[in-house]
């Protein structure tokens, strides 16, 4: 027969589990984002390297200092996926040790602690990192002058 407070204290277990279980959630839609950003960086370096073969001079140096700045890209986004994977673990591991305390007489508090706190630096390095990406990627970014002012002469002659 169960022991009526045994499964009550399992019962708060499994809601004190739930929290981190939210966190492993969203670790997954942040390496779901994550990976979804490194297949479109993979296919503009796979673009890029393309037209570097038919460019010179300028154009050429051009491409491949942006072909630079797109493998250090690549780099920081595995290294924010290493991240956030290795906080996922962290985390259900907090959740594994969370439940064997519950069966056990082991004392594991501060071990959960410490696990927890390094999860959390984790992912918040993971964000860091993908944060850095995003900075280079937008370097990258700009509107031609030429472009912008094109639309405005052609606006111009419509009138």
Request: hydrophobic residues 60%; contains cysteine; proline residues 1%.
């Given at each position: 027969?169960?022991?009526?407070?045994?499964?009550?204290?399992?019962?708060?277990?499994?809601?004190?589990?739930?929290?981190?279980?939210?966190?492993?959630?969203?670790?997954?839609?942040?390496?779901?984002?994550?990976?979804?950003?490194?297949?479109?960086?993979?296919?503009?370096?796979?673009?890029?390297?393309q037209?570097?073969?038919?460019?010179?001079?300028?154009?050429?140096?051009?491409?491949?200092?942006?072909?630079?700045?797109?493998?250090?890209?690549?780099?920081?986004?595995n290294?924010?996926?290493?991240?956030?994977?290795?906080?996922?673990?962290?985390?259900?591991?907090?959740?594994?040790?969370?439940?064997?305390?519950?069966?056990?007489?082991?004392?594991?508090?501060?071990?959960i602690?410490?696990?927890?706190?390094?999860?959390?630096?984790?992912?918040g390095?993971?964000?860091?990192?993908?944060?850095?990406?995003?900075?280079?990627?937008?370097?990258?970014?700009?509107?031609?002058?030429?472009?912008?002012?094109?639309?405005?002469?052609?606006?111009?002659?419509?009138?």
């Amino acid at each position: 027969m169960i022991n009526p407070n045994d499964v009550t204290a399992l019962g708060h277990t499994i809601e004190l589990a739930i929290a981190p279980v939210f966190l492993l959630v969203a670790a997954g839609g942040f390496l779901n984002v994550l990976a979804g950003r490194l297949h479109r960086i993979v296919d503009r370096a796979r673009s890029r390297a393309q037209i570097l073969l038919e460019a010179t001079g300028h154009q050429h140096e051009s491409i491949k200092e942006e072909l630079r700045a797109i493998d250090r890209r690549i780099g920081l986004v595995n290294a924010a996926i290493g991240l956030v994977v290795l906080a996922a673990v962290l985390i259900c591991l907090v959740v594994i040790l969370m439940f064997a305390a519950q069966m056990s007489a082991f004392v594991v508090h501060d071990i959960i602690s410490i696990l927890f706190a390094l999860a959390m630096i984790s992912i918040g390095a993971g964000f860091a990192t993908f944060l850095v990406e995003t900075r280079i990627a937008s370097r990258w970014i700009h509107v031609s002058s030429d472009l912008l002012e094109h639309q405005v002469m052609m606006d111009e002659m419509k009138d």
